[in-house]
């Protein structure tokens, strides 16, 4: 069966370091993955996703960058922190189903807070 | 961009009464997710509809898909305690990636 994993579960960073948020999946080949972010209490804003090895695709400008170096792993970066970036990210994957539809399984989340 | 927006952001119902969040979209789709997050947790799927007009049931959870396909709603009949949560709509803003809607979080009192 597949499983989602994502570390570490929790981080508390001060403003101006790095980041990295590390995602892997298992039993399945060729998964689409995604980064999203929850800021407290809000929705799901979807920050990257990668339908293959090296191909990312970022939905929004900021500081943030993703990478996936094994078709099952995928990288969530910062080089510099803000105040901002605090929140809940969810790594997600998914394989491309009956009548062009995603199915999203989500990893456990890594809850960031940013002093 | 593509925005799906829900209604109510927030309900607090009486454990045993019923509850409905919708689902709204600017732009007509191919079809529609649900989700659930418990209070902690991450999103876990619960349902997709495809056709207009749809109708599918899980106990006593009910999705309902538009014919228009422009919209869907989420209908929990008695609420129970374990329903605690928000409630995601999520549809598809290109082949690959999914946009969640705004959520509706659920309270139930006992």
């Known amino acids: 069966s597949q499983t989602i994993h994502q570390w570490p579960a929790t981080l508390v960073q001060p403003v101006g370091s790095p980041l990295s948020l590390e995602c892997t999946v298992e039993?399945?080949?060729?998964?689409?993955l995604y980064w999203y972010r929850q800021a407290a209490g809000r929705g799901l804003q979807l920050l990257f996703y990668s339908v293959g090895i090296g191909q990312i695709s970022s939905e929004v400008p900021q500081n943030l960058s993703a990478s996936r170096p094994q078709d099952r792993q995928f990288i969530l970066s910062s080089k510099k922190l803000l105040l901002s970036d605090s929140g809940f990210y969810l790594c997600a994957w998914s394989v491309l189903g009956d009548k062009g539809a995603n199915v999203l399984t989500f990893g456990a989340g890594s809850r960031l807070t940013v002093l | 961009g593509q925005q799906v927006m829900q209604i109510p952001q927030y309900q607090h119902v009486q454990e045993g009464e019923d509850f409905t969040t919708y689902c709204n979209s600017s732009t007509t789709l191919s079809n529609i997710q649900w989700y659930k997050q418990r209070p902690g947790g991450h999103p876990v799927f619960l349902i997709q509809l495809v056709k207009s007009g749809e109708v599918k049931k899980q106990k006593r959870l009910t999705f309902q898909f538009g014919e228009a396909k422009k919209n869907s709603s989420l209908h929990i009949t008695a609420t129970q305690t374990t329903d605690v949560g928000t409630y995601f709509c999520?549809?598809?803003?290109?082949?690959?990636?999914?946009?969640f809607g705004t959520g509706t979080r659920l309270k139930v009192l006992a």
């Open positions: 039993g399945t080949s060729n998964p689409n």
């Open positions: 999520a549809v598809q803003g290109g082949t690959y990636k999914y946009i």
